[in-house]
């Protein structure tokens, strides 16, 4: 009997390196520095980070700030400040603590075997199908132009045309000037593309323009950096992401209906109204990092940073395969966070052999019926159950090779 298999291994799905779901304790800040400023008054805002369909949010802390909601089912952090202001020379830190469960999702769309009509009287069907004129021009002709082609292309097919759309864009628009923030769809159009918000802009107005609820997602990854895809909506099952910009980064990667799990997601949608002051409204067209205003009587040398520091607190460990024999094994895993159940696919020599569903509370299977001396391929792929879409978060890989007889 052996104890180890002669290759152990993880394999991730799609083309994204990394272990799949994963946690953090994040500290996201800013640090303002004042060089020579005699300050009266500062006010800060950071978003927010909620528990949805990407994320499980813990242990949030935040100290001496209020927690407001936008008009757009989003948060953010205000700290307003006339005391304890920093002086000329030193550094003031507004701070949020939080810990994050991070959800890869991967979409297989023959689960939806109805398409079911908008409720076009709904409150989502209302927000997320509108127009701002600016940023999402549902009104442009030109992008309507290749709307209406696509649209007569997909015979109306709802998913179909979302997916003509995620081609369309990643293939004729340009990633350009990147960190620049949200632009009007104008320019974008003129420009010829955008970064990853507004790649998503494109993808966004299209499918609003034919009557289908789409967002942006607005994240900031663990590393600091930062990212934004696009969610659609199917009714009576929820939404789906789609990423725009990996697509483009890697045209032989399949992005659509699939989130790669590496985003904290701060908002969702574009075009917030926060209150930098209490009856004062702001628009934030992006509500990504921070923002901060500052009064004071004298000085102008003043600045300001974000800094967000990550520290790992789990993700999966990799299967194990024990107690190997001539004609069995026994493959062991600890608990996905979450999962509703386990698809296992079990391959001989290169070619399926096997497919199973496991419930969500197993951790161990063994195999029988296996041939001497032989290799096998077992892939776990580990399920949750998102509004009412079954996602597969990741896969986990495992080769082995059966004992031979005594």
Known sequence: MKKLSLFIGVILAATFPGWGQTTYSIENSVIITNGDCELTKTICILPVPLSNNYQHIEA??????????????????????TAALPGKGENAVFTERFNVTLYPMYIDFTQFRKIYPYKTSSALYKQYTCSDGNYIDTGNEKLLQQANRLWE????DIIGYARLCYHYVAENFDYLNANTGLHPLSKLLADGGGDCGNLSTLFVTLLRQKGIPARHIVTVRPDGSFHVWADFYLEKYGWIPVDVTAKHDNPQGNFFGFCAGDGIVMSTDIC????????????????????????????????????????????????????IYPRSAVIRWKPFLNACGYK???????????EMNLRESETSLTLRKLNESTEYHLELYPQRKVENIITYMWKQEVKFTTEKSQ
Do not use: M
Not at 344 to 354: D, F, I, Q, S, T
């Open 60 to 81: 949030l802390k935040i100290e001496n700030a209020e927690i407001l909601h936008t008009d757009k089912q989003s948060a953010y952090a205000r700290q307003s400040n």
């Open 153 to 156: 292309e997909s015979r109306g």
């Open 272 to 323: 917030h109204i926060i209150e930098a002051e209490q009856g004062h409204p702001f628009p934030a067209t992006l509500l990504q990092t921070y923002l901060w205003w500052y009064w004071c009587k004298s000085g102008k040398e003043i600045s300001s940073a974000q800094e967000v520091k990550a520290t790992l607190l789990g993700q999966p460990d990799a299967l194990s395969v024990t107690d």
């Open 344 to 354: 296992v696919r079990l391959y001989e020599k290169g070619e399926l052999v096997k």
